[in-house]
């Protein structure tokens, strides 16, 4: 069965901290996908990679194809990046829908 | 920046009756989606949408539901008589090609009473 797994569930952090969410996969992808949903549940895709390193601002995105694991980054945290982070996959051979993990929910204090 | 745009942003209908959720997708993408949200649940594709035809259905996407892009703009999904168990976020996503980022609407939040 594919699935999607993201750690912690929940992260709770003081402003300026370095933050990392971390996902993993079981078998091979084509892309993963770091998305963020706001309160309102609004999602916003941030970044979409299949290798490497990619990089936004204050945001960093990294993936380890043979260790099926992808981490996300967010250097000196602020409370407005509070929102619900989410791993999603396109498996090998799928017409593109996502698999999408549970989310990690983050809340950054002032 | 160009935009999904997705139509209401909640609706309430009665248990049994038809709802249609409406998408505007961007206008040069070629692929559509819909996925779908129970509260506290984690994001499910429901189906994909390419060249005028379903290209892909999850097991959730069962007779109840329906697609269509009535006029080259519009991306529509159609649930036929809802229970209370589709109560749930929709959300509408596009892409270019299979390849590249999808966009996301902000959602219609269907509550069925």
């Known amino acids: 069965k594919n699935e999607v797994e993201q750690s912690p569930q929940n992260l709770t952090a003081q402003e300026g901290e370095f933050i990392t969410i971390n996902c993993s996969y079981s078998?091979?992808?084509?892309?993963l996908h770091w998305l963020q949903q706001h309160p309102g549940g609004g999602i916003v895709s941030l970044f979409m990679?299949?290798?490497g390193k990619k990089k936004h601002g204050r945001l960093i995105a990294t993936i380890n194809i043979q260790e099926k694991h992808s981490s996300l980054h967010i250097t000196a945290s602020h409370p407005r990046d509070s929102a619900v982070y989410i791993c999603?996959?396109?498996?090998?051979?799928?017409?593109?829908?996502?698999?999408f993990g549970k989310g990690t929910k983050l809340s950054v204090k002032p | 920046e160009p935009e999904v745009t997705q139509t209401p942003s909640h609706q309430v209908t009665q248990m049994g009756q038809e709802v249609i959720l409406r998408c505007v997708p961007i206008?040069?993408?070629?692929?559509f989606y819909w996925y779908r949200q129970i509260l506290g649940q984690k994001v499910e594709f429901l189906v994909s949408?390419?060249?005028?035809?379903?290209?892909?259905k999850s097991e959730i996407f069962d007779d109840q539901f329906s697609v269509e892009r009535p006029d080259g703009s519009n991306f529509t999904l159609k649930i036929r008589s809802t229970k209370l168990e589709d109560s749930a976020m929709y959300f509408c996503?596009?892409?270019?090609?299979?390849?590249?980022?999808?966009?996301f609407g902000q959602g219609t939040r269907l509550t069925v009473v």
């Open positions: 990679l299949s290798s």
């Open positions: 949408f390419y060249n005028n035809e379903i290209s892909e």
């Open positions: 206008s040069n993408h070629l692929y």
């Open positions: 078998v091979g992808i084509s892309a």
């Open positions: 996503a596009s892409r270019t090609t299979q390849g590249t980022e999808a966009f």
């Open positions: 999603a996959v396109n498996y090998g051979g799928s017409q593109g829908n996502l698999i």
